[in-house]
């Protein structure tokens, strides 16, 4: 089992980066997670350039996307919302309608800040655009509140935001052994 890990912030050393790079480690043997590091490469949507030429990086994308059975989804709260390169790829992944290679795709929402809401707003947006998009965010998402504090150094430093994240891996990984049955 594949696991896609897309990252809103672009940011060496983000706090969001360093939480989805202890997915890995909480994983079952069977089941790899990988970072999308191409994000920053996709060019804005644009209907235009979205046909059977479209830009090598969105078809690079889409084919990563193709081969996942579950993605993680992580975002950093930017002026109550999600960062634009991360709506941006949710744009590019729902594209065709009806053929898109985020159609059905589980997918657990992550969100941090050192704010004490978790960028609420953030995970709460990103639930809904994800959703509209045709991925199958999973009911609970998980917001990481004064992340300075929660994830030091790369590492998870709260053992109940480690407990958290574990819990919700755990129900991805069940959701997309689902998708692989059905």
Do not use: C
């Not at 050393?13 to 999308?36: H, I, M, R």
């Not at 947006?125 to 030091?152: F, I, N, W, Y």
């Amino acid at each position: 089992m594949k696991i896609l890990m897309l990252v809103g912030s672009l940011r060496a050393g983000s706090w969001t980066g360093q939480l989805v790079d202890t997915v890995p480690g909480l994983l079952p043997d069977g089941v790899e997670a990988e970072v999308y590091a191409g994000l920053a490469d996709l060019p804005h949507y644009d209907q235009d350039l979205d046909g059977d030429a479209a830009p090598a990086s969105v078809v690079a994308f889409r084919h990563a996307l193709l081969d996942a059975d579950a993605l993680v989804v992580a975002t950093p709260e930017y002026n109550g919302s999600i960062p634009g390169v991360l709506k941006n790829a949710v744009d590019w992944a729902s594209r065709p309608r009806g053929a898109a290679p985020i159609d059905g795709l589980p997918a657990a929402v992550l969100s941090v800040s050192p704010s004490p809401r978790g960028a609420q707003w953030a995970r709460e947006d990103l639930v809904k655009v994800l959703r509209v998009a045709g991925a199958q965010p999973l009911e609970d998402a998980l917001g990481v509140a004064t992340v300075h504090e929660s994830v030091v150094d790369g590492a998870i430093a709260d053992a109940d935001v480690e407990a958290a994240l574990r819990q919700l891996v755990g129900r991805l990984v069940e959701a997309g052994r689902e998708r692989q049955a059905a």
